[in-house]
C-alpha cells in the first residue's frame, strides 16, 4: 500500500512557474514508476508526465514538453512536477500517481493516487 499526498498548487499568472510535490508513505517507493495527471474541469484525466524507477527516463505530454520537467528523489520518496511558462489551458486538479507495473499514459494503470492539488493559471 502507498500513500500519495500532493502539495504545492495555487494560483499563478500566465508566464509563472509553480512547483508541485507529491511525497509517498509506505513501502519500496522506488519500486514504483511515478506519474502526474491533470483534470480539468468538465474534462476527463489525462497524462502529463511520468519518470521511470530511478529517475533516468522521463516523458511528456506533447502539451507540456519543454516547460516541465518531473523528477523523483527516492531517498526522500518524493516526486516533482515544476511548471515553468504556464498557461490558463494548464488549469486543473493535478494528480500524483503510482504503478508498480509499466506505467504508461492510460490513468488505469496506475495502483494508487493523491487527493489532487489544484493548480488556478490567470491571463
Known amino acids: 500500500q502507498v500513500q500519495l499526498v500532493e502539495a504545492g498548487g495555487g494560483l499563478v499568472q500566465a508566464g509563472g512557474s509553480l512547483r508541485l510535490s507529491c511525497a509517498a508513505s509506505?513501502?519500496?517507493?522506488?519500486?514504483?514508476?511515478m506519474a502526474w495527471f491533470r483534470q480539468a474541469a468538465g474534462k476527463e484525466r489525462q497524462f502529463v508526465a511520468a519518470?521511470?524507477?530511478?529517475?533516468?527516463?522521463?516523458y511528456y505530454a506533447d502539451s507540456v514538453k519543454g516547460r516541465f520537467t518531473i523528477s523523483r528523489d527516492n531517498a526522500k520518496n518524493t516526486v516533482y512536477l515544476q511548471m515553468n511558462s504556464l498557461k490558463p489551458e494548464d488549469t486543473a486538479v493535478y494528480y500524483c500517481?503510482?504503478?508498480?507495473?509499466?506505467?504508461?499514459?492510460?490513468?488505469?494503470?496506475?495502483?494508487?493516487w493523491g487527493q489532487g492539488t489544484q493548480v488556478t493559471v490567470s491571463s
Open positions: 500517481a503510482a504503478d508498480a507495473g509499466y506505467g504508461g499514459m492510460w490513468p488505469g494503470t496506475y495502483d494508487y
Open positions: 509506505g513501502r519500496a517507493f522506488s519500486s514504483y514508476i
Open positions: 519518470v521511470s524507477r530511478n529517475g533516468g527516463n522521463t
